[in-house]
């Protein structure tokens, strides 16, 4: 689960990765639409989607029909433990804005008194 | 879903915006919860305070009359009404691994919507289990997510 985290975090760190896992969450998608989704050469995409794969974050299968057609679709494990992870970071600082939220009503009531 | 990998918490307060952030700054050591999730010396630890500059640091204040203590980090972004934004590590991590907090201050009718994004967690590494201990409410809290499917 840690290295889940981790490892989807890397893979996350870089925007054209971030953009490829938003078009997937949309749908599955052919190797070929993500390629023409951005403006780099299909080699370079090509890596990016190796390394969303290695770290897990997304598989890649053929079409029954035509093997040769790669899909690619997410995979929910990785996102769900970073989710969790986050969630934690998220509760922080909701403690800490409503503690905020307290010493700004209060502040507020005695300015307007 | 969060596909991101940023964190993001948000509240509403009854001040300007000019108003919240001196307050969200200036009166942090009043305001910050005490506590070993917050502070990473929750026996020292005397409060917080930010140096109000770009370049000025958040300090985890140890002692109240130099000031001095644990360095959290550094301003990024000072725009007093606006935006602040800087730098956060913990003590058991590495001096170059730091993580962004953003906070922005949105009027909204009479009062302000302040809103804490917190991402930059690729830059620390493999500091989840020490994160997770820090930052969780532990089990109950994280199984909670696994029942609950919508955000």
Do not use: C
Request: charged share 30%.
């Amino acid at each position: 689960m840690v290295n889940d985290v981790d490892i989807a975090l890397a893979a996350l760190a870089d925007p054209t990765r971030r953009r490829i896992v938003e078009l997937l969450r949309e749908r599955p998608r052919r190797a070929g639409e993500l390629v023409e989704a951005f403006d780099m050469s299909g080699p370079a995409v090509s890596r990016h989607l190796r390394i969303l794969r290695q770290g897990g974050l997304v598989n890649e299968h053929g079409l029954d029909e035509d093997a040769r057609v790669r899909i690619y679709r997410l995979r929910p494990e990785p996102f769900v433990a970073l989710q969790a992870w986050l969630d934690q970071v998220q509760a922080f600082w909701a403690d800490q804005l409503g503690a905020f939220k307290e010493h700004a009503e209060r502040l507020s009531k005695g300015l307007s008194e | 879903m969060s596909t991101t990998g940023v964190a993001s918490a948000a509240v509403e307060v009854p001040l300007d915006p000019d108003t919240a952030f001196t307050v969200f700054t200036a009166d942090i050591g009043t305001w910050w919860k005490r506590g070993t999730r917050y502070w990473n010396d929750a026996e020292r630890g005397q409060e917080l305070r930010f140096e109000p500059e770009v370049g000025g640091r958040l300090i985890e204040v140890h002692d109240l009359d130099s000031g001095e203590g644990f360095e959290i980090g550094r301003v990024l972004v000072w725009e007093p009404g606006r935006r602040l934004a800087f730098t956060w590590r913990q003590g058991e991590w590495a001096a170059t691994e730091t993580t962004d907090v953003e906070v922005r201050f949105e009027p909204v009718g009479t009062g302000t919507l302040v809103t804490v994004e917190h991402g930059g967690w690729e830059r620390v590494g493999s500091a989840s289990p020490d994160l997770a201990e820090g930052y969780g409410h532990g089990w109950a809290e994280l199984l909670s997510f696994y029942v609950e499917e919508t955000r």
